[in-house]
């Protein structure tokens, strides 16, 4: 269905990341926010508190992380759609939640404008320390979507992305921005709200007495349903049969566990969201996502102007990693190089994917500031040797 | 409440066996709880409540954190969140805030809803948010094997206090007094009827409304306090109790062998979280502000 124009502020904008992704919410009709303000994310928060009542939602600033990560899923199991916004610190803090998040299947979004850590660390400066925590962070084993805008454009794009995958899949979604997409200001186009597509909460089909919560419909996701409504329906973080009830055994684990991994399966393999350029005759890929994406490019220009084949495959859904495009590419390459705002994190699923069929260079940066392009450059000229 | 005049708006079903079956998910049964336990009498008042209140079940929701207490929403025929540890209350501020016209019940436990959850609690009585807080008190993290919780009385024993507690014990009543809660109550399992109108009465109140309900754990508070059983709990709630409505909370400690003050101590109209914060918005915003509609699901 079309966007609620009420949340859709058409036009052409200059806006930083924090607020594109703001609108991005508005526009995916979220009508609910719950947080905790935290540098380098608060302007997302800032704006929307500002924004929604004029649009008809609400915002409430929670006293910790912890409570606004669960408050969220309340609002969401009534009714509505809702998202929450942090940085390091506090994503630590809600990490309970996303395994709740995942555990209960509650589609929501979690907004990380990362900056550098660990601990308090680098408040208002950029890092992508967090990619890993966002896939493993909570207990145990179930499987989130992670999405890395390079662009307030994207930010904005993006984020409707999140929110409709995230009803499509009843999964947490997590937006990973980093300080300098968060905080960089450029265009923003936002289309008029009958050319933005939103997909609605999929809710029972069947009367309340037939209904199952925790039935796998098509794709192995369930329907949803909302408080109020009649159902009397049961929720808990205890391991569930398909009636929502606590089932302490071994089957009732097995079978929801890896439902919760494979209903990603298809967003995982067919459906990656990725950039790519100049892959045609590359004899190295750079593999990069958020800002370090946009450093990545000028190295790959000055790559090409040396006469080196270099080709670009940007991450923008890095949850569930995309082995297969990795695994296809790496039967006729060289060499892949990855540069990222940490000490080694999204290199390791290059690593897996890759097989072993093509070398993988890690071009770390522990954070605070972007890589020098001319770093990634000779990473990836000594690739190409 | 009068048994003779109770009428219970609800179809019981015919081969019931008591006139609350139809508030629980019998499909569950038999529930976990310790033979002398005193969640279940709770429970029972809390249908009875619900029974006499005439609410519409549909619209009634019940949030829960971990623990035995924890346990109630799970057993509850109503639409039922067994969240995390410590954090019923803010989950229940998010689906009060969706969906207003529910009434939203927060069933706890002391441990849940005072360490873990403390500041969850407090926060929620300062908004003075729409929620009806029950908070079944056994003094003791119970279903884990009775480890020390912050309402444990003063060198009472537990697991983790096995030379006894040494800290102070919580007052609940007075914190949540002090916290801006708009109704305060206590009573014991011994006070089945006066602990039923409570609750019924809190359903009928806005704002931020809580009761606290000492409830015995033979299994592992009294036994090893070497407190007898079950029935010596209620004996000792009867002896020990003293009702006194209005008492200020800051009187109202509990200890391990002193007097249990009971009854309702706070019942005070404030405007609630959401009440303060519309009017606020239409004065600053006047046409421009929109009543919020949370739920994407009134138009798909």
Known sequence: MHADPRGVLTGVHFLDGDHACCEGTLAAGARFAAGYPITPSTEVVERFASRIPTVGGLFIQMEDELAASITLQGAVWGGAKAFTVTSGPGFSLMMEHIGYAAMTETPCVFVNVQRGGPSTGLPTLPAQADMMQARWGSHGDYGIIALCPNSPQECFDLTITGFNLSEEFRVPVMMMLDECVGHMTEKVVIPPAEQIEVTPRRLATKPPGEFRLFEPGENQVPEMLRAGDGYRFHVTGLTHDERGYPSMNVETQDKLVRRLLDKLKPFENGRALCETEGLEDAEVVVVSYGITSRVAQRALQMAREQGVRAGKFRIISAWPFPVQRIAELAGRVKAFVVPELNMGQMVHEVERAAAGKAKVVHVPHAGGTVHNPDVILKAIVEAAR | ?300
């Open chain 2, 1 to 300: 409440m009068n048994e003779a005049t109770l009428e219970i708006p609800y179809e019981i079903p015919e081969d019931a066996r008591n006139p609350v079956e139809p508030f629980l998910r019998m499909d569950r049964m038999p529930h976990i709880w310790c033979p002398a336990c005193g969640i279940g009498t709770t429970v029972n008042c809390f249908t009875r409540a619900l029974i006499e209140s005439k609410a519409n079940l549909d619209k009634v929701a019940i949030v829960s954190g971990i623990g035995c207490t924890g346990r109630v929403a799970g057993y509850a025929q109503l639409d039922s969140f067994h969240t995390t540890h410590g954090r019923a209350i803010p989950f229940a501020t998010g689906l009060k805030l969706a969906n207003p016209e529910l009434q939203v019940v927060v069933y706890s436990g002391d441990g849940d809803l005072f360490a873990i959850g403390g500041n969850h609690f407090i926060h929620a009585a300062r908004r003075n948010m729409d929620l009806k807080v029950i908070c079944v008190n056994n003094m003791i993290y119970a279903m884990t094997g009775g480890q020390t919780a912050p309402t444990t009385p003063v060198t009472a024993v537990s697991s983790t206090a096995p030379y006894g507690v040494s800290e102070p014990t919580f007052n609940l009543v007075a914190l949540a007094e002090a916290a801006g809660a708009s109704y305060v109550a206590r009573w014991t399992t011994y006070h089945v009827k006066q602990l039923a109108r409570s609750m019924q009465e809190i359903l009928s109140r806005k704002g931020f409304c809580f009761i606290e309900v000492l409830s015995p754990c033979p299994t592992l508070y009294q036994r090893r306090n070497k407190m007898g059983d079950g029935l010596d709990a209620m004996k000792d709630y009867k002896a020990k109790s003293k009702i006194r409505n209005g008492a200020p909370t800051t009187e109202c400690e509990l200890s391990k062998e002193g007097e249990i003050v009971v009854g309702k101590f706070v019942d005070r109209e404030r405007p609630d979280y959401l009440e303060v914060l519309k009017a606020q918005l239409h004065q600053s915003l006047g046409e421009r502000y929109i009543e919020p509609e949370v739920s994407c699901c009134s138009e798909c």
